[in-house]
């Protein structure tokens, strides 16, 4: 064989695997694993090659088994990082294939592939990244750890200013990567921290959980529905994550030395949303509640990242969870919401393409940028 395949890499993530090679072209069949939940869609592995292979066709498997949450699978555009090249998208090569018993399957092409090719669902993010975030806004971000995940990771917490108990500075506190395989929110997370740096504001009292899922991270989950629960269905009373404790613990913390204002929590919808930036709000029924001080960030965040990567009315409907009687298996959302009475938003970011543009890290970057923006205009 001229051609081998892992999972074992950092984020790793692919099952499934077969090969056909014919003269100097292959074929890669791959899936995504599911891990320890029901849904699957984040796959990263590598393809390593000895011999000479002028062109390898991608064939994703199982896609009808992935969280898509939309029907157009070509805004689906993977990222690859050959040799010791930037990672970067993959070619617009996408093709679709019934087969003859009705599943399909998708592919895409990689020419002139290097000796080590890295493929992944979206650009990767993890602790070198923060890391890199860290040294670039040389000291405006403080890094804490404030405590350890469910497999004995670190939990780090980024904050522009420790404060002073009862300050009456506005405070926002930030969580992304709940769902560990979601990378589009931490890149708008970077941007929107490298911006705060930038900009040297003293104005808000910003606190950030980057990596909240940091297992799921490590291990290269998508972390959805996870087993035994999802970060993200255990805020509120009787949590079910040890994650949930050590970020709530830390969510007081920050309550006594500011005057909470915001809540955010950055994801990524299903994999083949193209459709725009967009906030998940409760579908209208008993559980509806929309405070008017929600509104108010919604539509400054959605004004000011603006109609090219913007979901036209801003907010999407999505299922609630929780039992709000109990306060228990909340969303983050709920958790601000009827918990700490503090307006607490959900973002939901593209992994691939919006409206046909194809998303790169300074896009990512640019639109947390703009929700800064707004935030510093709200306050
Ligand atoms: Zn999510």
New binding site residues.
Partial sequence: MTIKISAEIPYGNACDISIEEKSDTAVVYFAASPSDGPQCLWFCFRIEIRGKIRCIKLVLKHPYNMLMGGCDLSNILPVIKKDNSQWRRIGKTYQFHTLPDGRYEVSWLLDNPGKVNDIALCYPYGTPEIENLLKDCRGYWKKETVGVSTENRQIIRLCNDYSTAGSKKPGVYIVAR??SG?TPGSWVLDGLLRYLAGMKTQDVVVWAIPLSNIDGIEKGRYG?DYFPVDL?RSWGNKMCRHENLVIQRDIARWRERCTPILGLDF??PGGAEGEGVYFPFRAKGKLTRIKKEEIYWINLIGKSVGGEYMYLNYRKNSPVCGDLKNLTGLMFTGYFDFVLRIPGLCLEIPYGIINGKVMEIADYREIGKRIADAILKGI
């Fill in positions: 709940q769902h979601e959805k993200n994801h990524a």
